[in-house]
């Protein structure tokens, strides 16, 4: 079992800077691939980036490549999405989550979601 927490969500205006937390629990950590979703009021949830178990490999949807930098922490079980130039577009609930198993970026890809931090992008 896994559970997933996220902060550091909040109302910042266009061009800021935001960074998310993902506190994970269980010892494994560090063996998993992770996560950062998103969806917006109306949408469906969407894939944002995701992170190997070492933090070498990284993948980005297009909408936040060079913007968003994702990063994890293994000593302290913790994911972090480092977010900058914010849009408004951005504006979403962000969900972390834990791979099923290889490097997806699809919903069903991951088993064990996070309850989600509002991000608001004013602009």
């Known amino acids: 079992q896994v559970q997933l927490r996220e902060s550091g969500g909040g109302l910042v205006q266009a061009g800021d800077s935001l960074r998310l937390s993902c506190a994970a629990s269980g010892r494994t950590f560090s063996s998993y691939i992770m996560g950062w979703f998103r969806q917006a009021p109306g949408k469906e949830r969407e894939f944002v980036a995701s992170?190997?178990?070492?933090?070498?490999?990284?993948t980005y949807a297009d909408s936040v490549k060079g913007r968003f930098i994702i990063s994890r922490d293994n000593a302290k079980n913790t994911m972090y999405l480092q977010m900058n130039s914010l849009k408004p577009s951005d504006t979403a609930v962000y969900y972390c989550?834990?791979?099923?198993?290889?490097?997806?970026?699809?919903?069903?890809?991951?088993?064990?979601w996070g309850q989600g931090t509002q991000v608001t992008v004013s602009s």
């Open positions: 989550a834990k791979a099923r198993g290889g490097m997806g970026s699809t919903t069903t890809a991951f088993d064990y």
């Open positions: 992170i190997s178990w070492s933090g070498i490999g990284t």
